[in-house]
């Protein structure tokens, strides 16, 4: 998508959210050798300021360095979520009983790849005379709230990468489970704390979910919101 759009004038950056940075997502970046710049977040700050709680999200931009599109779920057309569910391949059927279920339930999740796509092109062409461009008022009344319990949430999860990242793993569990606790739909920080525990985000004795579990308390279909186009 980057390759199509760049010689129009989008530049595409793509932001790893990782209190590990460098020495678990490093790797992955040289794998795919990407053409756009690619930068690790250790400290999960753009999340923190664009209201960003799940991945992939995109935000657009404009020249004037001015949000046009708040976060929203954006995938590219040419990715696992573009395919239709009736044409992937079957689930491996020697794989770990969990990441099998993990598997089956992310099939149901909904996701919008050409209609995504087909709004950002139009914005390429078209700039702010795009109709998929807001207007200020609009980016803000679709940006999410921040009222105390997320402030303090995003306080619990600082202080929780604080002590993870200085090697006092078991003191940053608290503060990751009372962020958890303020901001219950901000998936970003279970899945962080998740990982740091269980690899596969599966259930633990240290926290309350997991992926899977939480994922079908909600039901898959609503783990990303719709589009508003």
Same mark, same amino acid.
């Given at each position: 998508m980057r390759e199509e759009l760049h010689p129009k004038g989008l530049e595409v950056v793509t932001v790893a959210l990782d209190v590990l940075g460098l020495a678990k997502t490093r790797k992955y970046i040289d794998a795919a050798n990407q053409t756009h710049p690619s930068l690790i977040d250790q400290a999960h700050r753009l999340d923190h300021l664009l209201g960003v709680v799940n991945v992939p999200s995109g935000v657009w931009i404009d020249e004037q360095g001015v949000v046009v599109r708040p976060? &929203? @779920?954006? /995938? @590219?057309?040419? +990715?696992?979520?573009? !395919? $239709?569910?009736?044409?992937? =391949? $079957?689930? =491996?059927? #020697?794989i770990d009983r969990y990441l099998r279920d993990v598997v089956v339930? +992310?099939?149901? !999740?909904? +996701? &919008? $790849?050409?209609?995504?796509?087909?709004?950002?092109?139009?914005?390429? &062409?078209? #700039? +702010? %005379?795009?109709? /998929?461009?807001?207007? =200020?008022? &609009?980016? !803000?009344?679709?940006?999410? $709230? %921040? @009222? @105390? %319990?997320?402030a303090l949430a995003a306080a619990h999860f600082e202080m929780g990468q604080h002590l993870q990242r200085a090697g006092f793993a078991e003191d940053a569990i608290p503060h990751f489970r009372e962020a958890h606790r303020a901001q219950p739909d901000n998936w970003i920080y279970k899945r962080q704390a998740w990982s740091l525990v269980r690899r596969d985000q599966g259930p633990t004795d240290v926290y309350d979910g997991d992926w899977l579990g939480d994922v079908r308390k909600i039901g898959a279909e609503n783990y990303y919101p719709p589009l508003e186009m």
């Amino acid at each position: 998508m980057r390759e199509e759009l760049h010689p129009k004038g989008l530049e595409v950056v793509t932001v790893a959210l990782d209190v590990l940075g460098l020495a678990k997502t490093r790797k992955y970046i040289d794998a795919a050798n990407q053409t756009h710049p690619s930068l690790i977040d250790q400290a999960h700050r753009l999340d923190h300021l664009l209201g960003v709680v799940n991945v992939p999200s995109g935000v657009w931009i404009d020249e004037q360095g001015v949000v046009v599109r708040p976060p &929203e @779920p954006a /995938f @590219p057309e040419l +990715s696992i979520a573009a !395919i $239709p569910v009736d044409r992937l =391949p $079957p689930v =491996p059927e #020697g794989i770990d009983r969990y990441l099998r279920d993990v598997v089956v339930e +992310s099939r149901k !999740i909904r +996701s &919008e $790849p050409h209609r995504y796509v087909a709004a950002l092109r139009d914005w390429v &062409e078209n #700039g +702010s %005379r795009s109709r /998929f461009a807001l207007a =200020p008022q &609009e980016v !803000i009344d679709r940006s999410r $709230p %921040r @009222p @105390p %319990r997320v402030a303090l949430a995003a306080a619990h999860f600082e202080m929780g990468q604080h002590l993870q990242r200085a090697g006092f793993a078991e003191d940053a569990i608290p503060h990751f489970r009372e962020a958890h606790r303020a901001q219950p739909d901000n998936w970003i920080y279970k899945r962080q704390a998740w990982s740091l525990v269980r690899r596969d985000q599966g259930p633990t004795d240290v926290y309350d979910g997991d992926w899977l579990g939480d994922v079908r308390k909600i039901g898959a279909e609503n783990y990303y919101p719709p589009l508003e186009m």
